[in-house]
């Protein structure tokens, strides 16, 4: 089986990722949450209902990623598979899988535990999300 427009999918990632910031930035404007010159992400999402909005859009964004995440995946274990490649490099391909997964969590931390609330563990999602999607990256 195959799908003609899978490239679509990182560019819906990345416009779905823009408009949830701009949402929850246009929200907090309007409520006078944040100052309207550069606030931080973050601070855009700490305030109900911004923060519901924000969680559940990165959410999403999260489960588009891990969906890429897969199909990349697949993608090149197909093409390992075509040639004879050493059985380390099929299991950097798997690692490289675990490693974005974990980066998506990372921002389901991240949109699901505000700033303001729990700090402590919206900081390690974001060095998880940040962290582990650079490695991620550097794989790819």
């Not at 990632?13 to 100052?35: E, G, M, P, Q, R």
Request: aromatic residues 18%; positive net charge; charged residues 10%.
């Amino acid at each position: 089986m195959s799908f003609k427009y899978v490239y679509v999918l990182p560019i819906l990632c990345s416009i779905w990722f823009i408009l949830t910031f701009i949402t929850t930035y246009v929200i907090s404007i309007y409520k006078k949450d944040v100052a309207p010159v550069f606030p931080y992400i973050s601070d855009t999402g700490t305030w109900s209902p911004q923060s519901c909005i924000f969680g559940l859009m990165l959410n999403t964004g999260a489960l588009l990623m891990v969906l890429i995440f897969y199909i990349r995946y697949r993608q090149v274990k197909y093409l390992l598979n075509k040639d004879t490649f050493k059985p380390s490099v099929k299991k950097l391909n798997q690692i490289a899988l675990f490693l974005g997964i974990t980066a998506a969590f990372g921002v389901c931390v991240v949109g699901n535990f505000q700033e303001s609330n729990v700090f402590l563990v919206h900081v390690l999602g974001a060095i998880v999300a940040f962290g582990f999607g650079s490695v991620y990256q550097c794989m790819q």
